[in-house]
């Protein structure tokens, strides 16, 4: 597995065992002494990376060391490409910008909306609470005239046994309800005189 036998069997074939050297010398065999490999197998050498040779058919004028020369210009293709994505990207922030606008604009107006129809009906309620606590002022004064006590009372209880509260037949507030009734036709009741 030395490197002499294995160049001396190439070496008929020229072009082979130049190559074969050229890796040699690149990647040397791991069982021999390697004075860039540090104690604990770190590696000591040169930080350059292997280079392949180049053909001298290759039509690059880099002086045969594999790479191209960086000083020129970058192709009229990629330039071109360059140029139409910055106006693409330039169309997409005018497009983004537009769209914030009108959605800043659109949300704007909904706020304005929604508080323009919530004053409406903060002041229809309030006229609405106005107007039934007046309806409910002058009822609460005809119910303190005129009639019997049950009479007076009857006119602010709900003995319609709708609503929330209503009760339904055989409870204690249809009992009540019931009792109401009797006490405000009967004109002997007691109480029903007055204070």
């Known amino acids: 597995m030395g490197g002499s036998n294995t160049a001396a069997n190439h070496g008929a074939n020229g072009d082979n065992g130049d190559m074969m050297d050229d890796f040699e010398s690149s990647f040397p065999a791991v069982d021999t002494s390697n004075e860039a490999v540090a104690p604990g197998g770190t590696i000591t050498g040169s930080g350059l990376p292997y280079r392949p040779p180049t053909h001298p058919d290759s039509n690059q004028n880099n002086n045969n060391n594999g790479y191209t020369d960086d000083s020129n210009e970058e192709p009229e293709v990629v330039r071109e490409w360059r140029e139409r994505r910055a106006l693409q990207l330039e169309h997409r922030d005018e497009v983004s910008a537009t769209r914030k606008a009108e959605t800043i604009k659109a949300a704007q107006q ?73 006490l405000r036709k009967d004109e002997g009741a007691p109480g029903a005189k007055g204070y």
């Open 110 to 182: 909904a706020i304005d909306d929604f508080y323009e129809n919530y004053n409406s009906r903060k002041d229809k309620t309030i006229a609405a609470t106005r107007r039934e606590a007046e309806e409910f002022l002058k009822g609460r004064e005809d119910t303190t005239s005129g009639g019997t006590s049950w009479e007076r009372i009857a006119k602010l209880v709900d003995l319609s046994g709708k609503g929330v509260g209503g009760g339904a037949a055989g409870t204690g507030k249809a009992r009540m309800r019931e009792m109401l009734v009797g």
